[in-house]
């Protein structure tokens, strides 16, 4: 086991240092130009120098090669430091400065990482809570009502774009009813109990849409999974054994059931950072989907393509994190 | 003497597998709605002959423009005059359209990999590699940023809409082939080591007609149920690309785009960005019930029963 996790962990680095490479080069070959938004008065020499002082006077690899040292060096040393409050910590020098704020990109990241991971986060969390037992009962009464209403609502809610449910949700509860407001407030600061109730309003459409989907989907597989086992031999003797039924489904068969859902669960944790970048376009959430978003609009590089890799290793990371519980969570998986 | 032998024809396998879709009764109705989409789309403009690109000019503007659900419109004009319904059947073919030829792009690329890599043992480590890279790449911000960057180069090369049209279908197809060559491995893999292919080698049969007559088709199944399964994929990265203003330029209708120009006016006119947003939604889900019923029609020990 510890032989596989280091393979896996080594051989994760040329993986993520090559799709690093296509993502940066990508960005090369892309016309957007960061001085676009420059006026336009200004002396062509006057233009050359700002490029040169965005670093962008050098070779393509010359400056792969310091994006990966900042990437790799610079930078979680500054978050490191930041984290424990060990000021010791930190490289001196340079840092990689988004082109449109100038300021370093982590410290933009961990201002809006918080809205991300507070909305999709949450509903991640509410999805996996909602779709567990809902996948249960409906596998333990197959074909009930209750099974066909629980399989339609997640083919819905599977099928259905977040582009179209968030305006639908907009235009339900914040035109007709009035009830939560349209555009999430980023600068609300949580100190009272009004507050505190705001938040959860302006939180509470974006929250539903992303459960929704989350929820459809690890239903389904909690489902399946839950059949899968149900027809099993195991189950049958410990019925036989004289178990309760609520034993031998909540104890035998969910135990079993639930290895392939974690796993799926672990996979879909870089979504919480990545998936959401739709609705909280759709919500105007101040979060990463959004400052994605706008780095691509406004061709700043550095920010793009750090963002990028970061999604990258979060994907890579978790895939390793899944294959190693699957076999935690299930002795007869040996990858020895 | 010849005794009346009850002989009967050779059934077809494919009318067993059309007897099982038939019980399955969200994959029935699923294919009845989107048949009827299709022909909303593409036979629709031929009965309904108005132009979806046409702005009425001087006081018509004003007086056309902006309007609800009637006869003369039925799902009303928007803000310059132009007819939604006519919008709506346009807008619906380019979006099946990206959705058929993404999904046939990808499923090409998917099964070639796939079946190189599970039969020819030296490709196998090289390609898997490249299918769990690909898998690890950040998949939306990867399509904006090509969409960023082939937009002006296609759309000089090819003009604005088959530019951008074979721009998004490409990448659609780059981005989603992962899943297919996976299965397809792992289906090679196990139908490699069979009698019948060992007895195909035996007699000389060269790889290639080995794999095309008698591999391929045995790989059929998985792969028809992922191919519908990528329609779904493709019509939703699409819309989603339009949706973000990365798709294709703002006065050619797709679904997606229109809801993303309904959304601007969702407080005085809700259905300018309900009407598609259902459209897209209706044709998923009745695409992923098909892709549903053929999983269970196409699954040799389901049927029968």
């Given at each position: 086991?510890?032989?596989?996790?280091?393979?896996r962990?080594?051989?994760?680095?040329?993986?993520?240092?090559?799709?690093?490479?296509?993502?940066?080069?990508?960005?090369?070959?892309?016309?957007?130009?960061?001085?676009?938004?420059?006026?336009?008065?200004?002396?062509?020499?006057?233009?050359?120098?700002?490029?040169?002082?965005?670093g962008?006077?050098?070779?393509?690899y010359?400056?792969?090669?310091?994006?990966?040292?900042?990437?790799?060096?610079?930078?979680?040393?500054?978050?490191?430091?930041?984290?424990?409050?060990?000021?010791?910590?930190?490289?001196?020098?340079?840092?990689?400065?988004?082109?449109?704020?100038?300021?370093?990109?982590?410290?933009?990241?961990?201002?809006?990482?918080?809205?991300?991971?507070?909305?999709?986060?949450?509903?991640?969390?509410?999805?996996?809570?909602?779709?567990?037992?809902?996948?249960?009962?409906?596998?333990?009464?197959?074909?009930?009502?209750?099974?066909?209403?629980?399989?339609?609502?997640?083919?819905?809610?599977?099928?259905?774009?977040?582009?179209?449910?968030?305006?639908?949700?907009?235009?339900?509860?914040?035109?007709?009813?009035?009830?939560?407001?349209?555009?999430?407030?980023?600068?609300?600061?949580?100190?009272?109990?009004?507050?505190?109730?705001?938040q959860?309003?302006?939180?509470?459409?974006?929250?539903?849409?992303?459960?929704?989907y989350?929820?459809?989907?690890?239903?389904?597989?909690?489902?399946?999974?839950?059949l899968?086992?149900?027809?099993?031999?195991?189950?049958?003797?410990?019925?036989?054994?004289?178990?309760?039924?609520?034993i031998?489904?909540?104890?035998?068969?969910?135990?079993?059931?639930?290895?392939?859902?974690?796993?799926?669960?672990a996979?879909?944790?870089?979504?919480?950072?990545?998936?959401?970048?739709?609705?909280?376009?759709v919500?105007?959430?101040?979060?990463?989907g959004?400052?994605?978003?706008?780095?691509?609009?406004?061709?700043?590089?550095?920010?793009?393509?750090?963002?990028?890799?970061?999604?990258?290793?979060?994907?890579?990371?978790?895939?390793?994190?899944?294959?190693?519980?699957?076999?935690?969570?299930?002795?007869?998986?040996?990858?020895? | 003497?010849?005794?009346?032998?009850?002989?009967?024809?050779?059934?077809?396998?494919?009318?067993?597998?059309w007897?099982?879709f038939?019980?399955?009764?969200?994959?029935?109705?699923?294919?009845?709605?989107?048949?009827?989409?299709?022909?909303?789309?593409?036979?629709?403009?031929?009965?309904?002959?108005?132009?979806?690109?046409?702005?009425?000019?001087?006081?018509?503007l004003?007086?056309?423009?902006?309007?609800?659900?009637?006869?003369?419109?039925?799902?009303?004009?928007?803000?310059?005059?132009?007819?939604?319904?006519?919008?709506?059947?346009?807008?619906?073919?380019?979006?099946?359209?990206?959705?058929?030829?993404?999904?046939?792009?990808?499923?090409?690329?998917?099964?070639?990999?796939?079946?190189?890599?599970?039969?020819?043992?030296?490709?196998?480590?090289?390609?898997?590699?490249?299918?769990?890279?690909?898998l690890?790449?950040?998949?939306?911000?990867i399509?904006?940023?090509?969409?960023?960057?082939?937009?002006?180069?296609?759309?000089?090369?090819?003009?604005?809409?088959?530019?951008?049209?074979?721009?998004?279908?490409?990448?659609?197809?780059?981005?989603?082939?992962?899943?297919?060559?996976?299965?397809?491995?792992?289906?090679?893999?196990?139908?490699?080591?069979?009698?019948?292919?060992?007895?195909?080698?035996?007699?000389?049969?060269?790889?290639?007609r080995?794999?095309?007559?008698?591999?391929?088709?045995?790989?059929?199944?998985?792969?028809?149920?992922?191919?519908?399964?990528?329609?779904?994929?493709?019509?939703?990265?699409?819309?989603?690309?339009?949706?973000?203003?990365?798709?294709?330029?703002?006065d050619?209708?797709t679904?997606?785009?229109?809801?993303?120009?309904?959304?601007?006016?969702?407080?005085?006119?809700?259905?300018r960005?309900?009407?598609?947003?259902?459209?897209?939604?209706?044709t998923?889900?009745?695409?992923?019930?098909?892709?549903d019923g053929?999983?269970?029609?196409?699954?040799?020990?389901?049927?029968?029963?």
């Open positions: 086991m510890f032989t596989f996790t280091m393979r962990l080594l051989l994760a680095i040329p993986t993520l240092l090559f799709i690093a490479l296509v993502i940066f080069l990508l960005l090369e070959l892309s016309p957007g130009d960061p001085m676009s938004d420059m006026p336009l008065t200004i002396p062509p020499e006057v233009r050359q120098q700002m490029r040169l002082a965005l962008l006077g050098e070779a393509w010359i400056r792969f090669y310091k994006w990966l040292y900042l990437f790799s060096v610079v930078e979680p040393s500054h978050v490191l430091a930041n984290m424990t409050g060990y000021d010791w910590l930190r490289v001196e020098g340079q840092r990689i400065l988004s082109f449109q704020t100038r300021s370093p990109v982590a410290d933009i990241i961990a201002q809006r990482l918080p809205q991300t991971l507070w909305v999709v986060g949450l509903s991640y969390l509410f999805g996996i809570l909602v779709a567990v037992p809902i996948g249960i009962y409906s596998a333990y009464r197959q074909y009930s009502w209750f099974d066909q209403a629980g399989t339609f609502v997640s083919m819905v809610g599977f099928s259905l774009p977040t582009f179209f449910t968030g305006p639908l949700l907009i235009l339900i509860f914040s035109i007709w009813l009035g009830w939560f407001p349209i555009i999430y407030d980023t600068t609300l600061v949580v100190d009272s109990w009004a507050n505190f109730l705001k959860l309003r302006q939180m509470a459409m974006p929250v539903f849409v992303l459960t929704l989350n929820a459809a989907q690890i239903t389904r597989f909690m489902r399946a999974s839950m899968d086992n149900l027809t099993q031999d195991y189950v049958r003797t410990a019925r036989a054994k004289g178990m309760t039924e609520r031998v489904v909540l104890v035998h068969v969910l135990r079993n059931s639930l290895i392939p859902v974690v796993t799926v669960i996979l879909g944790i870089p979504t919480i950072f990545t998936g959401a970048i739709i609705t909280e376009q919500f105007r959430v101040n979060g990463l959004a400052l994605l978003i706008g780095a691509i609009y406004g061709s700043d590089i550095p920010m793009v393509l750090t963002l990028s890799v970061v999604f990258a290793i979060l994907i890579v990371l978790f895939n390793l994190i899944a294959d190693i519980l699957y076999a935690v969570l299930d002795p007869r998986i040996r990858y020895d | 003497m010849t005794d009346a032998v009850t002989f009967r024809a050779p059934r077809n396998q494919w009318w067993d597998v007897d099982q038939k019980t399955h009764r969200g994959a029935l109705i699923g294919m009845v709605v989107f048949v009827l989409i299709v022909l909303f789309c593409f036979v629709g403009p031929l009965i309904w002959r108005v132009d979806p690109t046409a702005i009425p000019s001087g006081r018509e004003l007086r056309l423009r902006n309007q609800g659900f009637s006869l003369a419109h039925p799902f009303g004009t928007d803000n310059l005059g132009r007819d939604m319904f006519a919008r709506m059947m346009k807008g619906g073919q380019v979006s099946l359209a990206v959705g058929i030829v993404g999904m046939i792009l990808s499923i090409l690329l998917g099964t070639l990999i796939g079946v190189v890599a599970g039969y020819f043992r030296r490709a196998d480590g090289v390609l898997m590699r490249l299918t769990d890279l690909f690890a790449l950040p998949l939306l911000p399509l904006l940023v090509m969409s960023m960057l082939f937009r002006e180069r296609l759309s000089a090369l090819f003009g604005v809409e088959v530019g951008m049209f074979l721009m998004i279908v490409t990448a659609i197809a780059l981005t989603s082939w992962m899943r297919t060559a996976r299965v397809v491995r792992g289906d090679v893999l196990a139908l490699k080591e069979r009698e019948y292919v060992l007895a195909a080698r035996s007699i000389g049969t060269p790889p290639r080995l794999i095309v007559r008698h591999i391929l088709p045995n790989v059929l199944s998985p792969v028809m149920v992922s191919a519908t399964l990528m329609i779904a994929t493709a019509i939703i990265t699409e819309s989603a690309l339009s949706f973000l203003g990365m798709g294709f330029p703002p050619f209708p679904w997606g785009r229109l809801v993303a120009d309904g959304v601007d006016y969702l407080q005085d006119y809700p259905s960005s309900m009407v598609p947003g259902i459209l897209i939604s209706l998923v889900l009745s695409v992923n019930y098909i892709g053929l999983r269970d029609a196409l699954d040799p020990r389901i049927r029968g029963r």
